[in-house]
């Protein structure tokens, strides 16, 4: 998230993938009211205060469940005024045919079943390692697909900040229909749908950065 001033945007980082374990935000339970409070007490709401008092304007700028997280602040009264969005490969719906099973009745026993405790690919390297945390606990994905259901079931017309959302068509994570529907709910006056198809990352997740797709930075900057 950045604050927008001139000369130059001062920026207030969300906790991410290779915080520290002791330093995370730790939920157990899966309740998205839970997850949704905690996150606004301790994270959002103090992060919009500071950008609002380092700038005029606040750049929120999310990427993937943080996309989720920035569309439910964004309905929120708090979350309207002097806000701008940029979304990358937000998730409003995984694209794997089985996450929607997490939400159903006895859904959770299942997904434990399937995936077992643990679940996620090795890191393919040092960078990706530093970056994301994977294999990562099945449990985790619980709270998140509640977080995706309840956006989903809001009424997004309440969302009306500018917005510019980046999605790939072939984005393997997070499925494209859900993005393109989702956006066309939202009730922003200004608001752009941006397909991006240059990303080299893997499964076209990560549309920008050094790690996993370092050529398409320049273009994103450059928009």
């Not at 405790?117 to 294999?135: C, F, K, V, Y």
Request: hydrophobic letters at 40%; a positive charge; glycine letters at 8%.
């Amino acid at each position: 998230m950045e604050s927008a001033c001139s000369p130059s945007p001062k920026s207030v980082r969300m906790s991410r993938h290779a915080t520290p374990q002791a330093e995370r935000v730790t939920v157990r339970g899966g309740s998205v009211l839970t997850v949704m409070i905690l996150l606004e007490s301790r994270i959002l709401a103090p992060a919009l205060a500071l950008g609002r008092r380092l700038g005029q304007r606040v750049l929120f700028l999310s990427v993937s469940t943080g996309g989720t997280l920035a569309t439910w602040m964004g309905m929120r009264p708090e979350g309207r005024e002097g806000v701008v969005h940029v979304m990358m490969s937000p998730n409003f719906g995984p694209r794997h045919p089985l996450a929607e099973v997490v939400n159903w009745p006895w859904g959770r026993q299942l997904a434990r079943w399937i995936e077992g405790d643990m679940r996620g690919p090795q890191p393919r390297n040092a960078a990706e390692a530093q970056a994301w945390t994977s294999p990562y606990p099945t449990q985790a994905v619980f709270p998140m697909m509640a977080l995706v259901k309840q956006v989903r079931q809001s009424d997004l017309s309440a969302f009306t900040a500018p917005v510019l959302v980046l999605y790939a068509e072939g984005d393997q994570t997070v499925d494209p229909a859900q993005t393109k529907a989702a956006f066309a709910r939202l009730g922003s006056a200004q608001k752009t749908l941006l397909r991006v198809d240059d990303s080299e990352s893997p499964g076209q997740h990560v549309l920008a950065g050094e790690r996993l797709a370092p050529r398409s930075t320049g273009p994103r900057l450059a928009f």
